[in-house]
């Protein structure tokens, strides 16, 4: 890959998800914030070469590396800690003794910073948005299909469909679902009349929260014919400026 490719596949290995057209600066992104390993795969979009992102140079750079080890650091380790800081005691005579505060509120100063700045960090990861982009939906993908539309009315509610090779069901059965368990039995209902396993795309809103595709990525596990489903796909592209 000496060229970067606009737009990547990515298959992630541990959840058996693929992400479609996900452009190369979104992938490098993911790669550094840590949610992408390097047995997770990539490929160019429209090709079907998967590759680990550990063997692929365009983003093995930015993947964690180990420290080599130093000769002395057997050495420096067995050296005893001094602290710049030492615990004094006063001694009044016909008194109480008074405990010295400002060492430990030092203590407690450099732990509070420390805490700060982890807990900052793994913030800004949770608020990376899943998908970041428009979410059309896709047409020419073979295999059933999961229309998520957001309606508007006064309250937030999902509008679900169910569509297959890329078209969606005449019958008004598949297409006006508005419950989400009521989605799962229909679904459940139709992978069992298959005699092979197949891909499921889900086509989001562009309005629709992380959280609610999230759980229907999760929910997708539990169906009881879940051993026909072989991939699932979030149908993505990139929005164009």
Known sequence: MADAPQFLD?????SNTVYREVPFTVVCDWVQQGRLLEDDRVRRSGTAEWRPIGQTRAFAVFLPKPEPTRPDDQAEALEPVEFEFGWKKKHVEGGDEDVDMIPLIDVSLVLLIFFMLTASGAAAAAFVSLAGVK?????????????????????????????????????????NIRDHKRLLDLLDERLAAKTEAVDITINPDKDLEDGELVRMLRDLRNVPNRRKIARVYNGVTETQP
């Open 135 to 175: 979410n059309p939906p896709i047409t020419d993908t073979a295999g059933l299909s999961i229309n998520m539309r957001v309606e508007k009315n006064g309250r937030r509610n999902i509008i679900y469909a169910i569509g297959e090779d890329g078209r969606q069901s005449k019958d008004p059965k598949y297409t």
């Open 10 to 14: 990515v298959w992630i290995i541990d």
